[in-house]
């Protein structure tokens, strides 16, 4: 297949990433409870993996659904050919409606707003829409209130709008504590009310990758894992976090090495100087490419399957690494996520240096960093031309 997500050349690159498609296929399954469909959420460029090839898989995988938090990603999608639905979990901006119908993404509502210029699309194109409806059950970001849902789906109703489904966004699943009970108590009566009321969503749906492992009764009748997907999370010890495998390798290499004196210091502004005699080792790969310039005198990198200290300031293209008496040399593999040898680092160490998370980093690699696929392709079937109205639900 053709790699849409990057410079087309990855083999004179000197930095490269590396995604693995069978743990992402592995950790598709994993992230599947029994019965309940996945959505695999491949927005932000699939957390900076390259949407197209992440989705690819995760459908080859068996995800009947694809997630994305922008109307342009999802049209990206769809441009590519998948046919299986996609959700957009922002409400669309003004003008994207007619684009979003046509192309059959399942959109969010929470707006009265939002509501009215999607039912103008759907007049304009004259074509039943449905939606889906965010509530707000305590990450207080999007979503109607718990009170107003009722209201909000008779007015969606009488607008002429489907409920196709209803959602919410959990504020941290990762923790073992009282307050995603709470909002999964919020959304039971959200969901109880509506009932009531004589709106009957197909789809009720509200678990990102930390609920899918730590609270099953978050899996309703759709999962939304997103970072689990890449074989991170944020709690490393919740169950079954350990079942989840990296995708994500980031190689670069030594461009130069150069014998320092004791005492002298290296990179911009001189902040780190070498002990005794040592051999700093230059790497080709700098802030520019999204290594995070936190990591200056901080991170860690593996040559010849050895950790070595980040020496001094990260500038845009290069870093400094001390490798005191080794033998390093130009032309050296450098991992900076990922295993060499019997060593590795993982974006959560990364991450906790930079003091962010792993999808942070993820993310911030940049465009200039080309993405290499490793493991079986996925069939072309997955790309079906997407026939409108064909998937309803
Ligand atoms: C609406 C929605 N659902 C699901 C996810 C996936 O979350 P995670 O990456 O924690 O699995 C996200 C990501 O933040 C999201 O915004």
């Given at each position: 297949?053709?790699?849409?997500d990057?410079?087309?050349?990855?083999?004179?690159?000197?930095?490269?990433v590396?995604?693995?498609?069978?743990?992402?296929?592995?950790?598709?399954?994993?992230l599947?409870?029994?019965?309940?469909?996945?959505?695999?959420?491949?927005?932000?460029?699939?957390?900076?993996?390259?949407?197209?090839?992440?989705?690819a898989?995760?459908v080859?995988?068996?995800?009947?659904?694809l997630?994305?938090?922008?109307?342009?990603?999802?049209?990206?999608?769809?441009?590519a050919?998948?046919?299986?639905?996609?959700?957009?979990s922002?409400?669309?901006?003004?003008?994207?409606?007619?684009?979003?119908?046509?192309?059959?993404?399942?959109?969010?509502?929470?707006t009265?707003?939002?509501?009215?210029?999607?039912?103008?699309a759907a007049?304009?194109?004259?074509?039943?829409?449905?939606?889906?409806?965010?509530?707000?059950?305590?990450l207080?970001?999007?979503?109607v209130?718990?009170?107003?849902?009722?209201?909000f789906?008779?007015?969606?109703?009488?607008?002429?709008?489907?409920?196709?489904g209803?959602?919410?966004h959990?504020?941290?699943?990762?923790?073992?504590?009282?307050?995603t009970?709470?909002?999964?108590?919020?959304?039971?009566?959200?969901l109880?009310?509506?009932?009531?009321?004589?709106?009957?969503p197909?789809?009720?749906?509200?678990?990102n990758?930390?609920?899918?492992l730590?609270?099953?009764?978050s899996h309703?009748d759709?999962?939304?894992?997103?970072?689990?997907?890449?074989?991170?999370?944020?709690?490393?010890?919740?169950s079954?976090?350990?079942a989840?495998r990296?995708?994500?390798?980031?190689?670069?290499?030594?461009v130069?090495?150069?014998?320092?004196?004791?005492?002298?210091g290296?990179?911009?502004?001189?902040?780190y100087?070498?002990?005794?005699?040592?051999?700093v080792?230059?790497v080709?790969?700098?802030?520019?490419?999204?290594?995070?310039?936190?990591?200056s005198?901080?991170?860690?990198?593996?040559?010849?399957?050895?950790?070595?200290p980040?020496?001094g300031v990260i500038?845009?293209?290069?870093?400094?690494?001390d490798?005191?008496?080794?033998?390093?040399?130009?032309?050296?593999?450098?991992?900076?996520?990922?295993?060499q040898?019997?060593q590795?680092?993982?974006?959560?160490?990364?991450?906790?240096?930079a003091?962010t998370?792993p999808?942070?980093?993820?993310c911030?690699?940049?465009?200039?960093?080309?993405?290499?696929y490793?493991?079986?392709?996925?069939?072309?079937?997955?790309?079906?031309?997407?026939?409108l109205?064909?998937s309803?639900?």
């Amino acid at each position: 297949m053709a790699k849409p997500d990057g410079p087309a050349e990855p083999r004179w690159h000197r930095t490269v990433v590396s995604v693995d498609r069978d743990a992402i296929g592995h950790n598709v399954r994993q992230l599947s409870p029994p019965g309940v469909p996945v959505m695999a959420m491949v927005k932000g460029d699939a957390y900076g993996h390259g949407a197209i090839e992440a989705a690819a898989t995760a459908v080859a995988a068996g995800a009947r659904w694809l997630g994305v938090a922008l109307v342009q990603e999802g049209l990206r999608l769809r441009q590519a050919g998948f046919a299986v639905p996609i959700f957009v979990s922002t409400e669309l901006p003004a003008g994207s409606e007619v684009d979003a119908v046509r192309a059959d993404l399942r959109i969010s509502v929470h707006t009265d707003d939002g509501l009215l210029r999607l039912a103008d699309a759907a007049r304009a194109l004259d074509r039943p829409v449905g939606a889906h409806l965010a509530v707000d059950t305590g990450l207080a970001r999007a979503g109607v209130a718990g009170h107003d849902a009722v209201g909000f789906a008779g007015r969606l109703a009488r607008a002429g709008l489907r409920l196709d489904g209803v959602w919410t966004h959990l504020a941290k699943s990762e923790d073992i504590d009282s307050f995603t009970a709470r909002q999964l108590d919020r959304f039971d009566e959200v969901l109880a009310g509506l009932h009531a009321g004589g709106h009957r969503p197909v789809l009720r749906h509200a678990a990102n990758t930390a609920a899918v492992l730590a609270w099953p009764r978050s899996h309703l009748d759709l999962v939304r894992p997103g970072i689990g997907l890449f074989g991170a999370i944020l709690n490393a010890g919740l169950s079954g976090a350990d079942a989840l495998r990296p995708a994500l390798t980031w190689r670069s290499r030594v461009v130069q090495t150069s014998r320092l004196r004791a005492g002298q210091g290296v990179s911009y502004g001189l902040t780190y100087r070498v002990a005794g005699p040592a051999t700093v080792a230059t790497v080709a790969v700098g802030f520019a490419d999204g290594y995070p310039r936190q990591l200056s005198n901080r991170g860690e990198v593996l040559i010849r399957g050895r950790r070595y200290p980040v020496a001094g300031v990260i500038a845009m293209d290069q870093l400094t690494v001390d490798v005191g008496d080794d033998p390093v040399a130009p032309g050296d593999e450098v991992v900076l996520i990922g295993r060499q040898g019997e060593q590795s680092i993982t974006v959560a160490e990364v991450a906790d240096w930079a003091g962010t998370i792993p999808d942070e980093v993820f993310c911030g690699i940049s465009a200039r960093v080309p993405r290499d696929y490793v493991g079986s392709p996925p069939p072309a079937e997955v790309f079906k031309t997407h026939q409108l109205g064909v998937s309803r639900s």
